[in-house]
């Protein structure tokens, strides 16, 4: 009798403990597709991410919106995606004056507006080239993001899926390419994804990440990392 006591204590100490444990704070990724929108990669990398059901953020560039590259993007918000801002012309935008970059950036998001409903919330810069200004006159959160050179055609697709592996870290921003041709980044995303659910990482928009991060962007950071508020 004394001895199948002690065994519940035991096991009433163990559950009490386990239900105790501090849980881990959830762990979010974004990925985010450049250059779009077209009618091959594009519709290629919607099929992988469909087949695993996770949604993405695409930046798409404002001159390569026509009637057929538009259903792909009405494709992408039903599947769950969001449509981001990637320019107008894909100009090195630190050489443009105000009005060329309100221009490129207006344009960019009247025609998204016009094709999903929605206004973008989020900008990524082409090549990554800005200047301070630029902050005061475009009224959208700037993103970069952790890329793995996914533009070099020499970089192969094992390459990219490592480079995508070993760049996960929760609140992380993918800078990867979804333009013509770029079949390695959606056959490196076809291995990497799995692994990383695995990890145990959750895939949401890039506007998502920040909700789910709690935090406010601040008007003036380029994010690569979304901070995480939660702990605070
Ligand atoms: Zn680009």
Known sequence: ???????????????????????????????????????????????????????????????????DTAEMMKRAVKQGCEIGNHSFTHSQMSRLDEDQVKEEIEATSDMIEKIVGQRPKCFRPPYINVKPEMYDWIDLTFVCGKGCQDWVASVDKDARRQGILDSAEPGAIYLLHDFEGNEATVEALDEAIPLLKEQGYIFVTVSQLFEKQKHTPDGHTMYTVVPDERKK
């Not at 849980?23 to 695993?52: I, Q, R, S």
């Open 1 to 67: 009798m004394r001895i199948l006591y002690n065994i519940c204590l035991l096991a009433c100490v163990a559950a009490v403990a386990l239900a105790c444990k501090p849980k881990e704070p959830a762990k979010y990724l974004a990925l985010a597709f450049d250059d779009g929108p077209n009618l091959t990669t594009e519709a290629e990398m919607l099929d992988v991410l469909k087949k695993y059901n996770v949604p993405a953020t695409f930046f798409v560039i404002g001159s390569n919106i026509n009637d």
